[in-house]
């Protein structure tokens, strides 16, 4: 990882992290407590779910109209996760850019490749849960995905979480007010974070990796 320092001069920012890592609600809690700082609203083709907004938590779109996006070259960057399309709005960033106001993209780490190719400047961060465990736990206490689901999303933060030497700095979410302390300083004082310098990434990954559905049963998750 590198270390890209920010300014006063708007900026995008990219977070990154597996499902149930937080960044959704950092994210927010962050822009709203900065003025200066708004979130790039996603397009996809996932049917909204219980409680979801539209252009608040997500643009949602049938699949032909995302196709003709792509077309159109309305979009920074795209990936398909978990079955869906998910699309950063061009014109909606060089917007919020030109208004003075710092962007935060939520999307993967293939997402955060386009990005990083065609803006250089941005400045990437990657959240990791403190464990294994915490991350699993908090997926369950969602209430929303099947135990099957969740092995899935397991089995896919792996995957994901083994990405983040591609970005600028690391950080870890286990006290949600501390992460949030940590994640302001490094988008408003340009400050890199530190919460993963005790953190064995790799064990991480590596532990990631071998859990399975029963594992998660069996630590009554």
């Known amino acids: 990882m590198n270390g890209k320092s920010s300014n006063q001069e708007p900026k995008v920012f990219i977070l ?30 996932r049917p909204p779910r219980p409680g979801e907004a539209e ?29 869906h399309h998910y699309g950063t709005s061009r014109w ?4 919020f850019l030109a208004a003075g106001k710092s962007v935060i993209l939520e999307i993967d780490w293939q ?3 386009e990005v990083r190719a065609a803006i250089p400047s941005a400045i990437s961060i990657y959240i990791l849960p403190p464990s294994v465990d915490v991350l699993a736990a908090r997926l369950m206490a969602r209430g929303r995905d099947s135990t099957s ?21 690391a950080m870890v979410n286990g006290d949600f007010a501390a992460a949030l302390t940590e994640l302001r300083q490094v988008v408003l004082a340009g400050q890199p974070p530190l919460s993963a310098s005790g953190l064995n990434i ?15 049963d069996a630590a009554n998750l």
Request: negative net charge.
């Open 111 to 113: 997402g955060a490749r």
């Open 55 to 83: 252009g608040v938590d997500y643009y949602f779109v049938e699949p032909k109209d995302f196709e003709q996006m792509i077309e159109a070259g309305d979009f920074l960057e795209y990936a398909r996760v978990f079955e």
């Open 202 to 216: 790799e064990a991480l990954v590596h532990s990631a990796k071998s859990v399975r559905l029963k594992n998660l």
């Open 16 to 45: 990154s992290a597996p499902s149930g890592g937080g960044k959704t609600s950092l994210a927010r809690a962050l822009a709203d407590s900065c003025e200066q700082v708004v979130i790039s609203v996603s397009h996809t083709t």
């Open 92 to 95: 909606a960033l060089e917007g």
């Open 149 to 169: 689901e969740i092995g899935s999303r397991m089995e896919k933060a792996a995957n994901e979480m083994s990405h983040y030497g591609e970005y600028d700095h």
